[in-house]
C-alpha cells in the first residue's frame, strides 16, 4: 500500500504544468524557429519542474511554483493584451493564474495542505 500513498503525494498538476511549458518553448522553436522561445520554455519548465518535485515531497514548499507562475502569468499575460492572439501567450497566462490561484490558497491557509512527508 505504499505505493499508492507515494503515487497520491506526486503533484501532477504542477508536473502538467511545467510540461506544458517546456513543450510550448519547443513548439515555439519548432514553428517559428524561435531560439528565445526555446530559452524560456525550457527555463521556465526547468524551475517549474523543480518546484514540482519539491511540492511533492513537502505540500508546504510551494514557493518556487506560486513565483514562477505569477512572473510567467504576468510576462504572457501582457503578450496576450499587446499580441492579440489567445495562442500561445493567452493559455500560458490562464494556466499561470490558476496555478498562481491554486498556491495563492495555500499560501493563505484556504486550503488543507498535507502534513510533510516522512
Request: charged content about 10%; hydrophobic content about 50%.
Amino acid at each position: 500500500m505504499p505505493l499508492v500513498d507515494d503515487l497520491m503525494a506526486i503533484d501532477w498538476i504542477s508536473f502538467a504544468y511545467a510540461a506544458t511549458v517546456a513543450g510550448g518553448g519547443i513548439m515555439g522553436y519548432v514553428k517559428a524557429n524561435s531560439i528565445p522561445s526555446l530559452s524560456a520554455g525550457l527555463l521556465f519548465g526547468g524551475v517549474l519542474f523543480a518546484g514540482a518535485v519539491l511540492t511533492s515531497r513537502n505540500p508546504n514548499n510551494y514557493w518556487p511554483i506560486l513565483g514562477t507562475s505569477a512572473v510567467l502569468g504576468g510576462v504572457m499575460g501582457y503578450r496576450w493584451v499587446s499580441g492579440g492572439k489567445f495562442m500561445p501567450a493567452g493559455l500560458v497566462c490562464v494556466l499561470s493564474v490558476a496555478m498562481v490561484l491554486r498556491f495563492g490558497a495555500r499560501a493563505a491557509g484556504l486550503t488543507d495542505v498535507q502534513k510533510v512527508r516522512e
